[in-house]
């Protein structure tokens, strides 16, 4: 079974640039999650979508950084434009039923370093 | 506001030692317990988990406890091996929803 996949692994940009990931979760599974790990902190949950739909986006930037999943399987999140504390790993993953309480698979992450 | 604590950042064993690592949680309504291992350049990967029904979880050499009263888990590795070095991170969960909400990571290391 395929894990869950993203791109790209690094990115360089410089603060009030764009920059965007992308995220293939598991087959089949219906919950994805977008998660920001700064250096020295766990994940914190950025969005969380079931299917095509936000489940909760408490924690989202909403002025600055965006994500989709249109046909409720891979999805991108964005940033614009990036300032230097959005320096991070962005980390997705998935699930397959969370009201089971199924395990979150990840991704490998993408760093991001803003200059 | 940091509902999950991990108060120690690392943690040196001796190889075929137990390995406990701390979590203390203070949101009452946190039901579900995860404890996710991450090795360098890759993601969170699960290890283990508890239910609040239970005050215990075994799988193998990993044992995790649950102290409700207390707002406290612990995850023990016994024996510990070399591959067990790594972050580790305690994760808790409230009814309502599924979000996780992590703690700060502990780092195993284990000397061979």
């Known amino acids: 079974e395929a894990g869950v996949a993203q791109s790209p692994r690094y990115k360089i940009i410089e603060k009030r640039q764009s920059v965007a990931f992308w995220c293939n979760p598991i087959?089949?599974?219906?919950?994805l999650y977008w998660y920001q790990q700064i250096l020295g902190q766990g994940p914190k949950l950025l969005i969380q979508?079931?299917?095509?739909?936000?489940?909760?986006d408490s924690q989202l930037p909403k002025d600055r950084f965006s994500a989709e999943r249109l046909k409720g399987v891979d999805s991108t999140l964005k940033i614009q434009p990036a300032k230097l504390e959005d320096s991070a790993v962005y980390l997705c993953?998935?699930?397959?039923?969370?009201?089971?309480?199924?395990?979150?698979?990840f991704g490998a992450g993408t760093r991001l370093s803003v200059l | 506001d940091q509902q999950v604590k991990q108060n120690s950042p690392s943690l040196s064993v001796q190889e075929g030692r137990i390995s406990i690592l701390n979590c203390d949680y203070t949101?009452?309504?946190?039901?579900?317990f995860l404890w996710y291992k991450k090795y360098p350049a890759e993601g969170p990967t699960f290890l283990i988990s508890?239910?609040?029904?239970?005050d215990k979880n075994e799988d193998g050499r990993f044992t995790v406890f649950l102290n409700k009263s207390a707002k406290h888990l612990s995850l023990h590795i016994v024996p510990s091996q070399p591959g067990d070095s790594a972050v580790y991170f305690c994760?808790?969960?409230?009814?309502?929803?599924?979000?996780?909400?992590f703690g700060t990571g502990t780092r195993l290391t284990i000397i061979p």
């Open positions: 993953a998935s699930s397959l039923d969370p009201a089971a309480k199924n395990i979150q698979y």
């Open positions: 087959s089949g599974h219906a919950t």
């Open positions: 979508f079931q299917n095509n739909g936000v489940v909760d």
């Open positions: 949101n009452s309504m946190f039901d579900y």
């Open positions: 508890i239910s609040s029904i239970k």
């Open positions: 994760a808790a969960s409230a009814k309502s929803n599924e979000k996780l909400t």
